[in-house]
Each structure stands twice: as C-alpha cells, then as structure tokens.
C-alpha cells in the first residue's frame, strides 16, 4: 500500500508511509510497508507497521502519504513526529 522508503540524515530516522488514524488529539498513526527477503527462503515479503507520530497543526487527513522523522520520545508510544505531507 504504501511506497516503502528509508533515509538517514544523521541520527534520525525517516519514513514514508500512509495515515490510518487521526482520531487522537495532536496524533496520527501512520503504515509504514517495507519488503524484506524471508530470512530462510528469501522470497521478497511485505512488512507493515504502525507508528505513532505527533502532528501539532493537525495538517495530516487519513489517506495521506506523509514523511516522518524520529524525535525525543513524547509520550509512551510517541517517538516520531509529522516532517511533511507529500500528497493527499
């Protein structure tokens, strides 16, 4: 579902991946797919995961491609926050 995409500008962290939920105040949960080779069989498999990203100005929708970036944690689950909103 989503482009599977991985940068590292220094220490922090980037990914690329869809809005599923912005039902939490200040909060959006965002997919992110990679594929990977099976470790045994090396057929290419997809891998999905949620990440809990800080969104200030509430600027994300659900279906949204967006980029976010590893930060200090927040809260609990919240390490990452909104860098940008590539397409709608």
Not at 15 to 38: A, L, Q
Request: glycine share 4%.
């Amino acid at each position: 579902m989503s482009e599977s995409q991985t940068k590292t500008s220094g220490l922090r962290k980037t990914r690329v991946g869809i809005v599923i939920s912005t039902s939490m105040d200040k909060t959006i949960v965002v997919e992110y797919t990679n594929r990977v080779p099976h470790p045994r069989f090396k057929k290419i498999i997809k891998r999905s995961k949620k990440f809990y990203a800080h969104d200030e100005n509430g600027e994300a929708a659900v279906g949204d491609k967006v980029s976010i970036i590893e930060t200090k944690p927040i809260s609990k689950k919240k390490c990452w926050k909104l860098q940008e909103v590539l397409s709608h």
